[in-house]
């Protein structure tokens, strides 16, 4: 990949997290937060199955959420390295990430045996490209 194609995909990547956080606050938990739509729940009758929904939304909602922050911060800093010329590089030993793997996750910050530390064997949602 040139440097040119990186930067667009991450350009596109960043306003595509961008798009989903945007739409995760309007129409997810945070808006509710700010009480636009608490009144209007507390009013109507609930069951306890509804809150268990609602909770489990908001949850899922909240680790969304976590998950576009962590990829918006991977692609900004990926963006940082591309600018200081050490795009590509792992960010633990400043060995080759690998093209392949770049070009699957251009937002990539460790070589993959890194990346398997940093995620201290926690398993993520499987991103599609994930490598
Ligand atoms: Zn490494």
């Known amino acids: 990949m040139t440097e040119q194609e990186i ?3 991450l350009d596109v990547e960043h306003e595509r997290l961008i798009d989903a956080r945007e ?3 309007t129409g997810g938990f945070v808006g509710q937060a700010e009480g636009v739509a608490i009144g209007e729940l507390s009013s109507v009758d609930q069951h306890p ?3 268990g929904t609602e909770t489990f939304t908001m ?3 909240q680790s969304l959420l976590e998950q576009i922050r962590s ?3 991977d692609v900004d800093s990926a963006l940082t390295r591309l600018e200081q010329g050490t795009y590509g590089l792992c960010e633990a030993c400043g060995g080759p990430i690998g093209e392949e793997r770049l070009e699957a996750v251009p937002s990539a910050r460790f070589c993959l045996e890194h ?3 940093a995620e201290g064997g926690v398993t993520r949602p499987a991103r599609t490209g994930d490598l």
């Open 59 to 61: 949850e899922r909602d």
């Open 115 to 117: 990346q398997q530390m």
């Open 7 to 9: 930067r667009s995909r």
């Open 23 to 25: 739409s995760l606050v």
């Open 71 to 73: 990829d918006l911060d």
């Open 49 to 51: 199955a509804d809150i």
